[in-house]
């Protein structure tokens, strides 16, 4: 079963010590749409952006993979 509503979810490593800084990201959308929504946690009634599934999965590909440098 798959719905249109976003069901939002953060990061297990989130916490309220980090200032609040984290992402959701409700990944039930991809079977459906095929598009991942992500958004600020400090703002749930925001704007949200929208990635396609293969870029998302990229993007998280690349983090574990450590491309990107933490400052």
Known sequence: MTTDSPRWFKSSY????????CVEVAANLVASRGVVPVRDSKDPHGPALVFPAETWSAFV???????FPTA
Not at 14 to 21: E, I
């Open 14 to 21: 989130s916490n309220p010590g980090n200032g609040g800084d």
């Open 61 to 67: 590909a690349g983090v574990k993979a450590g491309d």
